[in-house]
């Protein structure tokens, strides 16, 4: 497997990362959502508008990209507050044996972390194509649509599908959310994700135990809350089902360090900067 792929991969399950039980969609708000009120407050107090984080990735000794998060606004919808937020994957320009990439992911998420919208916009030297996920909830479906988007900025579509939902699902970019909102619980979760048209499930373990971690970025060490899962599925660009992670063991519930194992031995994604509004990083106890 090319380290591409390995970078490509992240963007999916990381971009991500790591990152869930819920119950069967009937129709009714109240069953595909958790709508207890602490629920919606920990969701609340993670999402914060002007947020932005940034990761470097290494595959081994090298350093083959950065992912960056950002949280842009937030809407009143049907009684939801919807987040909007992108993430953005460059490769290292300065290794040369990489071909140049930057693939761009924009998402729709409510106070709760589920998915209501996701659009992916891929480029290279030659091209830029994309993908758009689409929930409806009412009408128990996920749309699908993918394409090409010309220098004109007009899109190209190649075609289109539609599946069948049962519950209320994430894709690759709101799972990074869903599980800094759910890190400091300490239970088993399974949740149905999304990647294209293909249904999966994610087996996720929170409040795993409570750490210390250091890392370049923070000058001191880190209280953190670890997590670990695996994917029930493999393959997905040399994916062999296993996560870890630590996240900051606050209301934040940051990413501060993460590890996916691939094909020739595993994806390391550590915290390199971040932008948020009266953000400390928790000090470990001496």
Avoid at 32 to 58: A, I, P
Avoid at 115 to 136: A, C, I, L, N, P
Avoid at 190 to 208: A, C, H, L, M, P
Wanted: hydrophobic share 35%; charged share 30%; proline share 2%.
């Amino acid at each position: 497997m090319s380290k591409i792929k390995s970078l490509r991969f992240i963007s999916l399950v990381v971009s991500a990362q790591l990152l869930c039980s819920l119950s069967s969609y009937s129709g009714q708000k109240e069953n595909y959502y958790n709508t207890s009120s602490e629920s919606v407050k920990r969701g609340e107090l993670m999402l914060q508008v002007g947020e932005e984080l940034e990761y470097s990735v290494h595959y081994a000794l090298f350093n083959i990209g950065t992912i960056r998060f950002k949280v842009t606004d937030k809407e009143e919808r049907n009684g939801r507050t919807v987040y909007r937020a992108y993430a953005f994957m460059d490769s290292n320009p300065s290794i040369s044996w990489l071909k140049d990439l930057h693939v761009k992911f924009f998402g729709e998420i409510d106070q709760e972390a589920f998915s209501y919208g996701w659009v992916s916009e891929d480029s290279t030297s030659k091209k830029v194509t994309y993908r758009k996920m689409r929930f409806d909830y009412e009408k128990k479906k996920m749309f699908f649509e993918w394409g090409e988007k010309l220098p004109s900025g007009e899109q190209k579509k190649y075609g289109d599908n539609s599946v069948n939902i049962n519950s209320a699902c994430q894709d690759g970019l709101s799972l990074f959310y869903y599980a800094r909102q759910h890190v400091l619980e300490n239970r088993k979760n399974r949740i149905s994700t999304f990647i294209d048209t293909s249904e999966f499930k994610t087996n996720f373990n929170f409040g795993v135990e409570n750490l210390s971690e250091e890392i370049d970025a923070i000058d001191y060490p880190v209280d953190v809350v670890k997590l670990d899962g695996k994917l029930e599925f493999e393959g997905v660009f040399g994916l062999t089902g296993g996560f870890e992670g630590v996240f900051s063991n606050d209301d934040a519930g940051i990413p501060i360090k993460a590890s996916l194992k691939v094909m020739l031995g595993s994806v390391r994604v550590e915290l390199r900067q971040w932008k948020r509004s009266n953000w400390v990083p928790p000090k470990a106890s001496e």
